[in-house]
């Protein structure tokens, strides 16, 4: 059971990571000249320039993400000698990695419909929530942890 939630995991990231990409190929050609770069996260003004590959930043940060969370899910699962602690743990890395991977598409997503004028910046409930969401995680998993522990005993 453990290596299926974690395997589904890890397929869930990929079609994340695959969706962030392809919205930005997809969208790239139909932007206009002048586009925004960076949103207004705190009442700044977004950073409007001339269209460049600088677009794609956004989409290569997320894959860095997902690069180094596997690499930290790796080591760390190498660590641990206990499978079942093993499986836990890689099914929250991958888990809190699908949230950050929400966290880039939104960002692409906002950018993209900021350049087009359809929406001002980033929906911050969502965007805060997908960061709340995130911090919540980390109590979760440390009570599953010592539940699953407290039975095993």
Known sequence: ????????????????????????????PKLPQK???WLNFFGQQPIIMEKSLLFFIY??????????????????????????????L????????????????????SLILLARQIEEGVDKFYFYSLFGIIFLLIPYYRLRLKIFVKKRE
């Open 59 to 88: 989409p290569l940060a997320q894959t860095l993400f997902f690069m180094f969370f596997l690499i930290v899910s790796r080591r760390m699962s190498s660590k641990n000698v206990i499978p079942w602690k093993a499986n836990i």
């Open 1 to 28: 059971m453990w290596k299926k939630s974690v395997v589904l995991l890890f397929i869930f990231n990929l079609i994340l990571l695959s969706a962030g990409w392809v919205m930005t190929v997809y969208t790239y």
């Open 35 to 37: 586009m925004p770069l």
């Open 90 to 109: 890689k099914e929250y890395i991958y888990l809190t990695l699908i949230f950050f991977n929400l966290i880039f598409i939104h960002l692409q997503r």
